[in-house]
C-alpha cells in the first residue's frame, strides 16, 4: 500500500511555539476570531478528513491491522494524525469565517432550511436508525463521533454558513451581461464546446487488447450499416439505444459536450470540422463511433454556466483573503487537539 498521498496532501502541521493558544478547558478546541470551536465539533471534522483520507489512499473499509499501520505510518516526515488535524482545523477555520460573516449581517435560517434540516434529520432516523431514535444516535456517534443532536447543531451552522450566506455573496456580486461577455471572450477556449451524439461499437475485448481482424472486419461492417440506417433517417437516439457499447453516454442517447482536445484525436478533428446535419463514421482506439454532430454551443447557451463560474471565482477569490487575514487566525488548544485520538 502507498502511503506517498499524504505527503503532498498538506503542508507540515502549524509550529506550536508559534501559536497563541485558548485557555486550557475541557470542551474549547480553538477559537477563530470570535467564534468557538468546540472539542465535538473538532471530533466531528476530524472523523470527516480521517474518512477522506482514508479513502483518498484506498484503505477505507479495511482490515483494522492495515488501517492501524496507515496511521502510524510517517510519509517524507508526514505524520498522518498530525496532516488530518490540520485538515480538520482548516476545513473548521473557513466554516467560522463564514459564520462570522453572516452572522455580521443578521443572516438567520429560514424556514425552507429548517424544513430540509428537520427532513435531514428524520431521513437518518429513518435510513441509518431503521425508524428508531436511539439507533441512530448510535449511528451519528460512530460514524461522527458526536450525538445525534450535536450533528443536528452542526448541520444547522454549515447550512447557515454554506447555503444562507454563500447564497447571498454570490446573489449580492450582481454579475452582468457585460461581465458575462467579457468572461466569455478572455476563456473563450473553455466555453467552445460542440454537442455531438455518437454510437460505438468497441474493437477491443475486456482487457482493452485489439480484437483479431475477422472480427474487426465484422464490426467495421455493423457500424457500417448503422451509418447507413442513420443517413437514411432512422431515429438516431433510437440506434444508440440498440447498438452503442458506450455505457457512459448510452442512457443520455449518446450524447458528448466536448471541448477542442478533450475527446481523441479523430473524434474531436470530426466534431470541430463538422456542420449542421452532418453524420459520419470514425475510427479511434476504441472502436468505431457513428456521429451525429448537433451543434456547437454559443454564448447564450452557456451563459448561465459562466454566471455561476464569475460568481464562484469572485466567491473563491474573496475566501482566500478572510483566510489569509489575522483577525480568522486559528488559536488552537494543542493540548486538547493532541489529546483525541484519530483513531
Avoid at 485557555?23 to 465539533?41: H, L, M, Q, Y
Avoid at 455580521?104 to 431503521?130: R, T, Y
Avoid at 454563500?166 to 466555453?191: A, G, M, Q
Wanted: charge should be neutral; include cysteine; hydrophobic fraction near 30%.
Amino acid at each position: 500500500m502507498s502511503l506517498s498521498i499524504i505527503a503532498g496532501a498538506v503542508g507540515c502541521s502549524s509550529d506550536k511555539s508559534n501559536s497563541t493558544t485558548t485557555p486550557d478547558t475541557s470542551e474549547i478546541a480553538a477559537t477563530i476570531g470570535s467564534e468557538r470551536v468546540t472539542k465535538d465539533e473538532f471530533i466531528f471534522y476530524l472523523k470527516n478528513a480521517k474518512r477522506d483520507m482514508e479513502k483518498l489512499t484506498g484503505i477505507y473499509g479495511k482490515e483494522e491491522s492495515v488501517i492501524k499501520n496507515f496511521w502510524k505510518t510517517k510519509v517524507a516526515g508526514n505524520d498522518p494524525v498530525a496532516v488530518a488535524k490540520e485538515k480538520s482545523l482548516t476545513s473548521i477555520q473557513e466554516l467560522k469565517i463564514l459564520l462570522a460573516q453572516a452572522k455580521s449581517q443578521n443572516l438567520q435560517l429560514d424556514q425552507q432550511s429548517l424544513d430540509k434540516i428537520k427532513a435531514h434529520m428524520d431521513g437518518i432516523v429513518k435510513e441509518n436508525g431503521q425508524g428508531d431514535q436511539k439507533k441512530a444516535e448510535k449511528y451519528t456517534q460512530n460514524t461522527y463521533g458526536v450525538s445525534f443532536s450535536q450533528y443536528e447543531a452542526i448541520y444547522k451552522e454549515y447550512v447557515l454558513a454554506y447555503e444562507i450566506f454563500v447564497d447571498k455573496f454570490k446573489k449580492d456580486l450582481n454579475v452582468s451581461d457585460k461581465d458575462i461577455n467579457d468572461y466569455y471572450n478572455k476563456h473563450k477556449e473553455t466555453y467552445d464546446r460542440v454537442v455531438s451524439k455518437h454510437i460505438l461499437i468497441k474493437t477491443t475485448d475486456k482487457e482493452d487488447k485489439e480484437l483479431p481482424k475477422e472480427q474487426l472486419d465484422q464490426k467495421k461492417k455493423l457500424a457500417e450499416e448503422i451509418l447507413g440506417k442513420a443517413k437514411s433517417g432512422t431515429d438516431f437516439d433510437s440506434l444508440v439505444k440498440q447498438y452503442s457499447e458506450d455505457t457512459g453516454s448510452k442512457d443520455k442517447g449518446g450524447e458528448v459536450i466536448a471541448a477542442k482536445g478533450i475527446a481523441t484525436k479523430e473524434y474531436d478533428e470530426w466534431i470541430f470540422s463538422a456542420k449542421d446535419g452532418d453524420i459520419g463514421l470514425v475510427k479511434t482506439k476504441f472502436g468505431y463511433h457513428v456521429i451525429k454532430y448537433i451543434k456547437r454551443l454559443s454564448l447564450d447557451d452557456v451563459r448561465s454556466e459562466i454566471k455561476t463560474d464569475i460568481e464562484t471565482e469572485k466567491y473563491d477569490q474573496q475566501k482566500d483573503i478572510w483566510l489569509k487575514d489575522s483577525a480568522y487566525a486559528v488559536k488552537p488548544n494543542h493540548k486538547l487537539i493532541d489529546s483525541i485520538s484519530v483513531l
